[in-house]
């Protein structure tokens, strides 16, 4: 694969995130476009993605806060976040299913870890699917247990890493 840039997201890179998050989760698990946008206008510094040469090929996304209950699903839009928060919640990780596989959500969530680190943030907080438990272990996240969170209509499991 051609080599790769990581950058903060701007609006017009809405419509190949949106169809990259359609594609990858399913049904109502998917962010809306109009989420979307609000969290790239909201918080562009806590919205990286990953291009080759050609295209979007992934994207991570968040929000801030002082306090953080993941199963809130207010945040999601938004509400109640705080940019100067020292927790850093993440809404997606995701990449394009003809990418996967292929390293990208590594260099995405290094990228993330180095920015969010670099923004003087404490703690990285995310929700995941189990299959992706171990995953995240890769990258320091601790297991916190079951989260009370039925987004999409699935169970999920709440990580942290501390930065």
């Known amino acids: 694969m051609s080599k790769v840039n990581i950058r903060s997201a701007n609006e017009q890179d809405l419509d190949r995130c949106f169809e990259i998050e359609s594609i990858s989760y399913a049904g109502n698990e998917a962010a809306t476009k109009e989420k979307i946008l609000k969290r790239i206008q ?5 919205f990286l993605v ?10 991570i996304n968040s929000g801030a806060a002082h306090k953080v209950e993941l199963s ?9 976040h705080d940019p100067s928060g020292e927790n850093i919640v993440i809404m997606s990780l995701v990449v394009h299913p003809e990418y996967q596989g292929k390293g990208m959500s590594g260099k995405l969530m290094n990228s993330f870890i180095a920015a969010m680190r670099k923004l003087g943030k404490k703690r990285i907080y995310l ?3 189990s ?5 995240y272990a890769r990258y320091g996240f601790i297991y916190l247990g079951e ?8 169970s999920w499991h709440e990580m942290s890493l501390s930065l």
């Open 42 to 46: 909201t918080y562009p510094e806590g």
């Open 50 to 59: 990953i291009e080759n040469n050609i295209e979007i090929i992934g994207f």
């Open 72 to 80: 809130n699903e207010e945040f999601k839009e938004l509400i109640g």
């Open 131 to 135: 299959e992706l438990v171990d995953m």
């Open 147 to 154: 989260s009370d969170s039925d987004h999409g209509g699935l």
């Open 127 to 129: 929700i995941c699917q």
